[in-house]
């Protein structure tokens, strides 16, 4: 059973969150900036991230195994062009990282606008296509000799830049935050963790959490939770 104090924090987080707000990682798989940007996304009010990955990439990542992701939702898409479209149809301005004749300083941005930030793979960074596709490239100065970021450093900076913009416009109080649908699943999972780990053991549908934690569920629906399992 959750605790109060549990059961405000996770609603007051939920509540602030910027779902106008996201990331669009493009073959990023090694597991530690998965976890690091997932993180990162997480911290600012991001909740609904999206990658593109190869069977092999995704596989290499162990990411969906790993619990990076559980206060997140990171959307699997096939293409770059699929993804920016879709990101495009709901309103984001797309962002990528690039030294190129048109970028600009990232602080320059406004991000109290929908905004999607590309971040390209370790290794060869944003791919042409997303390139095209981005409506601003943006760079972050570096006064170094090494001219490039780690990308969940990269991504870190941005955002947190992203999330400063937004605080001084009120819009983590004024925030809509996620759907209820999802509400409902993160505060069961956060709240009631055991009884989750049956209802996914058992087959069974997640019960409603009432507006003090308490669980809200059927005579029968206690009873098969709490017979013996298969």
Not at 51 to 70: H, K, M, P, T, V
Request: glycine share 4%.
């Amino acid at each position: 059973m959750a605790t109060d104090a549990r059961f405000e924090r996770i609603n007051s987080v939920l509540d602030c969150r910027q779902m106008d707000l996201t990331v669009l990682m493009e073959h990023v798989n090694k597991p530690h900036n998965l976890s690091a940007i997932v993180r990162t996304a997480d911290a600012v009010g991001v909740h609904d991230l999206h990658a593109i990955w190869e069977d092999s990439e995704l596989e290499r990542s162990n990411f969906y195994s790993s619990g990076s992701n559980n206060w997140t939702r990171v959307h699997r898409q096939p293409d770059v062009d699929t993804a920016v479209n879709q990101l495009k149809q709901s309103g984001m301005q797309i962002l990528a990282t690039h030294l190129s004749d048109t970028a600009i300083d990232f602080r320059d941005v406004d991000y109290t606008k929908p905004t999607a930030i590309v971040l390209g793979t370790e290794r060869f960074g944003i791919s042409e296509r997303a390139l095209e596709l981005a409506d601003q490239h943006i760079v972050v100065p570096m006064m170094g000799m090494v001219q490039s970021l780690n990308v969940s450093v990269a991504s870190a900076i941005i955002l947190y830049e992203a999330q400063r913009q937004r605080a001084l416009a009120g819009m983590y109080e004024a925030s809509q935050g996620v759907e209820p649908e999802e509400k409902q699943r993160l505060l069961f999972e956060g709240c009631h963790e055991i009884l989750a780990k049956r209802c996914r053991q058992k087959g069974l549908p997640y019960p409603r959490v009432d507006d003090k934690g308490d669980v809200q569920a059927s005579d029968e629906w206690w009873r098969v939770m709490r017979s013996p399992s298969k």
